[in-house]
């Protein structure tokens, strides 16, 4: 028998389930009125684009304050989350890093050829803004899948243990915003500009504390002192669910 879910999966559970209310009424107003959802036709977005903006926009600043309660696989850049362990190789840090980095170029690689053809689709015309937006929101519950259902970047790409010593984690904030940087507004931009924020200070946190973001380095990465349990409805399953 599983144990009962930690404070932190429910937390996580509702906020996936907000999300998922947020994409479906995204897409209720796209089949009954798209143009709802394009932002370029005024200069002052809909409501409903308004509630998108500010619900992406919460969810980007909130991985910049140590204190946001959020899972230490973003939290881990911080100090208050770094325990580290006695007489760890400095040799199989270097080691680790090289392998991460490895990993979390090939999902760049990726992510940005994808968003690419979606890119070329809207200057072409093909696409509008409301279907970037659309886009968006789908990335935005994606976002939360990947933490506790299935990663195809864990799974396929970075090949890490789990989403606590993700080398990515923070990445979710241009990965979800990167289909509205071909939108020249400042509702696109903004969103876009706090992500790189976001990415930013994280991977300048990974360059100097790389010993945060390593389990080998940080007995909090470690199963054996995990009080989080986010992995127990993921897919491949975690040997302690089985």
């Not at 190789?89 to 053809?117: E, P």
């Not at 890119?119 to 976002?143: I, K």
């Not at 200070?201 to 995990?226: A, D, I, K």
Request: glycine share 4%; net charge positive.
């Amino acid at each position: 028998m599983l144990p009962k879910p930690t404070a932190l999966t429910r937390k996580y559970l509702w906020a996936v389930t907000f999300r998922l209310g947020v994409f479906l009424l995204v897409v209720l107003l796209y089949i009954g009125n798209r143009d709802i959802l394009d932002f370029t036709r005024s200069r002052f977005p809909s409501l409903p684009l308004w509630v998108l903006w500010a619900a992406v926009l919460f969810s980007m600043a909130a991985q910049l304050n140590p204190k946001s309660g959020l899972t230490a696989g973003c939290m881990k850049q911080f100090p208050n989350r770094f325990s580290p362990v006695s007489s760890y190789s400095t040799r199989d840090l270097n080691k680790a890093v090289a392998y991460q980095n490895r990993g979390a170029l090939k999902v760049a690689g990726t992510w940005v050829l994808v968003n690419l053809f979606f890119g070329v689709l809207y200057l072409r015309g093909t696409l509008r803004a409301a279907e970037l937006v659309l886009l968006c929101a789908l990335y935005y519950l994606c976002d939360l899948i990947c933490v506790l259902f299935f990663c195809p970047f864990q799974t396929f790409l970075m090949k890490n243990r789990c989403c606590v010593n993700c080398r990515i984690f923070a990445w979710g904030s241009w990965m979800m915003a990167i289909p509205l940087v071909f939108v020249v507004h400042w509702f696109s931009w903004s969103l876009v500009g706090m992500s790189l924020v976001v990415l930013l200070v994280w991977e300048v946190r990974f360059r100097r504390y790389p010993e945060r973001f390593w389990s080998g380095s940080n007995q909090l990465l470690q199963c054996s002192h995990c009080q989080e349990q986010l992995c127990r409805y993921k897919y491949p399953r975690s040997p302690r669910f089985r």
